[in-house]
């Protein structure tokens, strides 16, 4: 048997996005998407935006900057890959510029070196040429620059 959607009010659904919001920041990507699966007119949408931009439960710059941290040190992600997932979501150049400088340069370089150093311990591979592959593979895939990564394996490797 079909039962149509539960409609919803506006004030309903803002109360419902500022909850969402309050419990991790999000981008305006993800606020879209879950508006979308509520169902709503655009002009409802577009109103429920704006309450959240004037409330500052939506701020593009805080969720940057919470993204860059969080994946850096949780996920231990290089710098490349947090670009690239920001600009994913749709994050301004400015915002990105901004996150990045969250990410201090020596922890940065100590968190390199330590989990290339981990993971080519951790690779079981026989053949040299295929160890250092797989461990430039796995550093690239990560978002590590690709001079660094390449000026490790040489380390690493004799």
Request: proline share 0%; glycine share 0%.
């Given at each position: 048997m079909y039962h149509a959607p539960e409609s919803i009010t506006v004030t309903e659904a803002i109360k419902k996005m500022e909850r969402y919001c309050a419990y991790q920041d999000r981008c305006h990507k993800d606020i879209e998407a879950k508006l979308?699966?509520?169902r709503l007119i655009p002009e409802a949408k577009e109103q429920i935006i704006l309450h959240?931009?004037?409330?500052?439960?939506?701020?593009?710059?805080?969720?940057?900057?919470s993204f860059a941290r969080g994946k850096f040190r949780i996920k231990k992600w290089g710098k490349q890959r947090i670009i690239r997932e920001l600009k994913f979501r749709q994050t301004s150049a400015y915002c990105i510029k901004i996150a990045l400088q969250e990410i201090p340069e020596d922890q940065y370089l100590a968190t390199f070196h330590?989990?290339?150093?981990?993971k080519f311990d951790a690779i079981t591979?026989?053949?040299?040429?295929?160890k250092k592959k797989k461990?430039?593979?796995?550093?690239l895939y990560r978002g590590w620059?690709?001079?660094?990564?390449f000026e490790k394996v040489k380390e690493l490797t004799p």
């Open positions: 979308v699966t509520m959240l931009l004037k409330h500052d439960f939506l701020n593009e710059e805080r969720f940057a900057r330590a989990l290339a150093e981990k591979e026989t053949n040299i040429h295929k461990l430039i593979d796995y550093l620059e690709s001079q660094l990564v």
